[in-house]
Each structure stands twice: as C-alpha cells, then as structure tokens.
C-alpha cells in the first residue's frame, strides 16, 4: 500500500520560511518523480515543483521560481520542500504527489498540509 505523508505546515508570517517534508512508502521511490502541488481557499490544486527520478532536473511555478527549492533523498524515500521568502498568497494547503516516470498522471497523492502566511 503506497502512502505519502506531509509534514511540516503551519503558520508563518510573510517573509518567512517554511520546510515541507513527504515521506514516502509502499513504492519504488527511485522510478517515481515526485512533486508538490497546492490548493487555496475556492480555487483549483495548482502545480508547485517537481524533481524527476534522477534527482536532477527539476521545475517550478513561475511565481515561486527563486524562492522554493525542491529536493529528494532517494535512501530515505523522502521529498522536501524548502520555501523562503513566503507571501500570503503562497497560503493553501500543499500536497505531495508520486508519478511513475514517463507517465502522464501523477499516481499517488498525500493527505496534505496546510501552510498559512499572515500578512
């Protein structure tokens, strides 16, 4: 049974930092890239970051390009994200996500953590 678990939400005022943890378990973590999406208050889950399998390549969201840094520890089946300079529009809740690589649709999907920026 494949389980993501977040870690690591609160709340924090704008300017702040904040460091997403997902642990992983149930899957070959190595073949999966895995990323972080959010979803806010009356809108849709949007993408955040993604690191693929290698641990190399990696993308993000225009607005968070700069400030958020996605990492992975293959050994220990975990994904990071680490987020600096935090804004109140970066509040929702942040999920973690596995997708096989090369395929299309993300997989597996954690249970969420909400991340809170006061102004």
């Known amino acids: 049974q494949v389980q993501l678990v977040e870690s690591g939400g609160g709340l924090v005022q704008a300017g702040g930092s904040l460091r997403l943890s997902c642990a992983a378990s149930?899957?070959?973590?190595?073949?999966?890239?895995m990323g972080w999406f959010r979803q806010a208050p009356g809108k849709e889950r949007e993408f955040v970051a993604v690191?693929?399998?290698?641990?190399?390549?990696?993308y993000y969201k225009d607005s968070v390009k700069g400030r958020f840094t996605i990492s992975r520890d293959n050994a220990k089946k975990m994904v990071y994200l680490q987020m600096n300079s935090l804004k109140h529009e970066d509040t929702a809740v942040y999920y973690c996500?596995?997708?096989?690589?090369?395929?299309?649709?993300?997989?597996?999907w954690g249970q969420g953590t909400q991340v809170t920026v006061s102004s």
């Open positions: 996500a596995a997708k096989v690589v090369a395929g299309l649709n993300y997989d597996y």
């Open positions: 149930g899957l070959t973590f190595s073949r999966y890239d």
């Open positions: 690191m693929r399998s290698s641990g190399i390549t990696t």
